[in-house]
Structure formats: C-alpha cells, structure tokens
C-alpha cells in the first residue's frame, strides 16, 4: 500500500483517505479497464448513484468491446462540453466568474460537502504526470471506485504513474475530485468544474463524468496558470512535420478554437475511390471539383490539442519550439461517417494494440466498435461528438522530441456564404498573415459555424485569447502579452490562416488545410516573393497567393478569391468582411486595458482605425 500520510497534500485530503469507505490505488492500466466494467470478467456496467431523495441516476454505460471500452452518456447533453461549465472557486486574480456570483455562495461550504460525500464513498486514488517529462509536474485524481472509465481516460492523456514509481515525498501541482451527483444535487443537471488555486496547487472539482472539462482542459488549465505565474505557453494547437517525396521537411503548428481542424491536421486528405480529391461542392449548382494529388506528404504527428512551449526549448533559428503535454489524444470522429473515409485512423483504432477508450460510439459487448457508427442523440440526428482516446505512444511517426515551428497556422469554421445570405466565409483557400494580424486572429479566436465539440455555438462568437481561454483560470491581458511576446521573440516562423467547411458557396470541409499543407510544405523554407502575394481584398485578411499549384493542379481562382465566385461577389464579400470587423471590434476592446504591451496598444488600435496592410507591417515587420 502507497504511504500517502508522507504525501505533501492538504490535512482536508489525508483525512479524507484515512476515513473512506474503502481505498483503491490500480497499479495497472489493465486493472483499471477491468474496473470500468465491474471486474475483470465484466462485459457492461452502469456508473450510477443514488440522490438524497432515493432516486438512482444512470450517468454512463460502460461496454467492453473487442478493441477497447465504450462509453456512453444516457443524457445527450452529457456527449460535449459546455463552455460555460467553469467556475473559479478562489480570491485569486481572474477575469472568469467566481463561485459566489454563480451560485450565490461560498465555495468553502460546497467544497467541505464533496470533501463529507467522498468519505461516504469507496473511493480510488491515482497520480498522473502533468504536461509530460517535459515538466515534472504530478497530478493526482480521488474519485468514486466506480469511475474506472474517467481514470483510464485520465490515465491515457496525462501519463499513468504506477504507485511503485509515486515518490515517497510527492507533492502534486494539481488534485481532481471528482464528485458526478452533485450535478444533480447542487447544480441542476450542469456540467461544472471548479478551479480553486492554493498557492501552488490547483484543486479542479470535476462534477460531471464527461472527461473533456476536467480530465483534459482541466488539466490544460493547470498548466495555463503554471504558465501565467513563469512567463511561458501551453498553445492551443496540433503540431506535424510533413515530409515531401523529396525528404524536405517542413513543421506546421495549427491552433484554433474547438472544430478548427486541429486534429484533422494530422490526417491524411480523405481520397474517393479512385484516388482523386473532391475537395469542393457547389451547395447552389451542386457542380463539384476535384483535385489529383497523386502523391501525398509523410505526415509525423507532434502535438494534437496542447502544445508545451516551454522557456528551457533553445532555437537555433529563432523559431517557435513545442512538444506535446499529453500523452494520449482526443480525437473527434464525427466527420468518419462511413467505412473508408479515413483507412489510416480506421485501421489504428479497429485493430489496436492495447483496448481503446471510445465515447458515443454505438457499440455492445463483444463486438468490434467502429468509429462511423455514432450514437444518436435522438431518433435520425447523430451525436456531433464521437471521441477515441488514443494513446500516442501507439500512433505511427510519432515525434517525441521538441521540434522548431516553420509556419504557425490558424483555421476557422466558416459558414455556406452568398451575395443573397451574406455572412462571414469569405476566407479564401490559404491566407499568408504579417506577425500583427496573427496575433490579432489569436485574441478573437472565432468559434465559428456548427462546432461540433460544444453544447451551444450558434453565429460568430470568440473562444477567447489564445483560443484556450476556456480553460485557462488567469486574466486575458496576461495571457495577451505572453502571445504578442513569443510572436515577437520568434520572428523566423511564419503564419498562415485558413477555413474549414465552407469557401463562400463550397462545401469544402477540411480540404483547405490539407491542400495548403501540401502547398506549404513542396515550397517548404523558401520565401513568398513581393509579386507572389496579393493583398486580400478585406485587410484583416492578410495577404493570398498570386497562385497556387500543389502537385501539378493548379487551384480555380475563386477559392482563393471568394469575391470572384459568382454567388457571392463584391457585395457579398464586403457584407461579409463587415461581419469579420465587426466582431473582432469588439472582442479587442476587452483587452485595452493599462496591463497590455504597448506594441500591442498600437496593434489593436490599427484595427479599429481600419488599418491597411501596410500599417500592420510597420508595427511589426514581416520577413517572408
């Protein structure tokens, strides 16, 4: 048994381990599997509780599956996260709402109830690395012993750590309580997650059984607020070096809100069957338009939603360095809709080589779960959510090692747009950004159309500075200047912006940051010349290639320049680029405030004044 009593944790915590109903610490993830399904020969289990009023509550269905566990939520509510599910419960500086304004009271009193409802529980214990070896951060997790499948889901993101490897004097940086019926008792059925910053541990009371707010962005949000203390990033962002058939090399980090194609950027382009690219249809004229690449990029992935951006990472060229913070990825599989849209993801989780973690998978005990086959959230309408927890340590061409960031991309969810339902997808299939303007584009964040990761996102409405703004804990302006810091301190990588799901009247999916990825990488380290970029017809925008030819096709025009596609035009591109300043007008008004870096004063006041291009380019000069 672990000695926790030399464990530099809160009394509150000892006292509650001394008097639980029972203690379990797995020593495996085996065990743990084992323990989401009620033992080790159990096939299905239900994580249910009974509330004060003798009424039991089914949160989770739990099936054991040929290729790993499958986990259900009967609430449908429960399948993604709320945005709003965060609440701060400490004194601590912070622009998120406090407990006591949220609810009308204290969270000390909340706090000791979970503390009185866990001792009443047969509890499991379990520590975790936080932001990998990079860091040496530990985590710990207390949670009902009937949560096998959120500890496995813990276990596989963040690093399981054996209670033989636990040291003798562990102090962790950061303790999850996890408490699932209070969300009935004391929050009305919400998600919410509870930060409460002590000095330097960070409690997250995890009130639901979903693992995205606390298992994952909880667990973001702790290294969001080390980070804000130290002066360093954790970025919202995928990372892949993408190798040429000529062997050249070239690193794309891709940050964006939820459903801006992070994960899809470590994907290769999806191929009908004979090979050929659909990367567009005409949602008027139903005309569609296809692309040959006949061959295709190496793609090593990196990073796949948290990338550590550490101040000890050198760069010999003055560009970006990461690594990755977690150890497992969430990866969204709402867009497999059928058998073969992806071979390469299909074959890694159909044929694992240790059991997976699925959610919302429509799966029953001893059969394979597929990843096309999505739960329904009600009758003909399937859940938007479908996850597999993927450890990384599984995935091909993995890279463990930091790497140097040749371009910085961003993406963005842009809605079916014309001269007659004018809205904001004018982006074009690739835009080159000047290092002010990438820095803008990362304070708004666009959330933007139908994302399918959250409970509500309706119209253009901002994930918040960084794009990680959900989770962090600190204050915007901090997290503002750190950005605007490291863009400067890092001028020889390069920014790019692009949408996914719509070009004006195209449905185009991701097919944008796959194209350009292969674009980017053939012109690999060379630089744009003068008479190769054109200024974007909206100067937020940035700059569009003069062409663009990506293994012999050269890409039509008007998906680089959405106001030449004859659906949507001048008026209809200018009605939308008004959408665009409108919305970032506001969302940077927040962030003026005697705090922010007076180059980024300067930068924000450009944009309200409708600054051109060329003013961007003096506040920061562009080298590419």
């Known amino acids: 048994m672990i000695k926790w009593q030399n464990w530099q944790v809160p009394q509150e915590l000892k006292e509650l381990l001394a008097n639980a109903k029972s203690l379990t610490v797995p020593h495996s993830r085996e065990e743990i599997v084992d323990m989401a399904v009620g033992g080790k020969d159990g096939l299905e289990f239900n994580v249910e509780y009974e509330l004060p009023d003798n009424k039991k ?146 409690e997250i009371f995890s009130y639901n059984l979903y693992p995205g707010p606390s298992a994952k962005k909880g667990i973001y949000g702790v290294l969001l607020q080390i980070g804000e203390r130290e002066n360093w990033l954790t970025l919202h962002a995928s990372t892949v070096q993408v190798i040429t058939p000529y062997d050249n090399i070239t690193t794309i980090l891709h940050e964006g809100a939820s459903g801006g194609g992070k994960s899809e950027m470590l994907e290769y382009p999806h191929r009908e069957t004979d090979g050929r690219l659909l990367f567009a249809k005409n949602l008027i004229t139903k005309e569609e338009y296809y692309i040959g690449l006949n061959q295709g990029c190496k793609l090593c992935p990196v990073t796949d939603d948290m990338a550590l951006s550490l101040p000890t990472f050198e760069s010999k060229d003055q560009k970006l360095v990461v690594s990755d913070a977690e150890q497992a990825w969430f990866i969204r599989l709402n867009h497999i809709e059928s058998y073969g849209t992806d071979p390469h993801l299909e074959k890694l989780c159909t044929h694992p080589k240790e059991p997976l973690i699925f959610l919302n998978i429509d799966a029953v005990p001893k059969s394979t779960a597929l990843i096309w086959e999505h739960i329904e959230d009600k009758p003909g309408k399937p859940c938007p959510n479908p996850r597999v927890i993927y450890p990384r340590k599984l995935i091909p061409d993995v890279v463990n090692e930091p790497v140097e960031v040749d371009f910085r991309s961003f993406g963005i969810r842009a809605p079916f747009t014309t001269r007659e339902k004018p809205s904001y ?149 200018d009605k939308g ?38 003013d961007y380019l003096k506040i920061i000069p562009m080298t590419y």
């Open 425 to 573: 997808g004018i982006f074009g299939l690739l835009h080159i950004l000047p290092p002010a303007l990438a820095w803008l584009w990362r304070l708004v964040a666009p959330r933007g159309d139908s994302n399918p990761s959250i409970t509500a996102s309706e119209g253009l409405t901002s994930e918040g500075v960084g794009s990680y703004w959900p989770f962090a804990t600190g204050k915007m302006v901090n997290h503002a200047n750190l950005l605007l810091q490291q863009i400067i301190n890092t001028p020889r990588t390069r920014y790019l912006l692009f949408p996914n799901q719509h070009i004006g009247a195209w449905y185009v999916s991701f097919m944008p940051q796959w194209i350009s990825r292969e674009y980017i990488a053939r012109r690999g380290q060379a630089k744009f010349r003068p008479d190769h970029l054109k200024p974007a017809r909206c100067p937020l925008l940035g700059f569009v290639p003069s062409s663009l030819l990506v293994d012999g096709a050269r890409i039509a025009r008007w998906f680089i320049e959405v106001d030449l596609q004859k659906e949507v035009g001048d008026e209809g591109y």
């Open 57 to 202: 509550v089914i949160e989770v269905n739990v099936v054991r599956c040929k290729n790993g566990l499958v986990i259900n939520y009967l609430e449908p509510y429960m399948r993604r996260r709320d945005p709003d599910c965060m609440a701060i419960g400490d004194d601590e500086e912070t622009d998120k709402m406090h407990f006591k304004e949220l609810f009308n009271c204290s969270f000390e009193k909340v706090r000791a109830e979970t503390f009185d409802w866990l001792k009443k529980q047969n509890l499991a214990l379990m520590a975790i690395m936080i932001g990998g070896k990079e860091t040496g951060y530990y985590g710990l997790l207390v949670a009902p012993d009937n949560t096998g499948f959120f500890m496995g889901g813990l276990a596989d993101l963040q690093g399981f750590i054996p209670p033989q490897d636990i040291p003798e004097n562990f102090c962790p940086r950061a303790i999850i309580y996890l408490a699932p019926p209070f969300r009935h008792t004391h929050f009305n059925g919400k998600q919410i997650v509870v930060h409460n910053r002590i000095d330097k541990l960070h």
């Open 577 to 614: 680029a008004q959408i665009i300043y409108n919305f970032v007008k506001k969302e940077l008004q927040k962030f003026l405030t005697d705090e922010l870096d007076n180059i980024g004063k300067q930068i924000i006041e450009c944009a309200l004044d409708n600054g051109s291009l060329d």
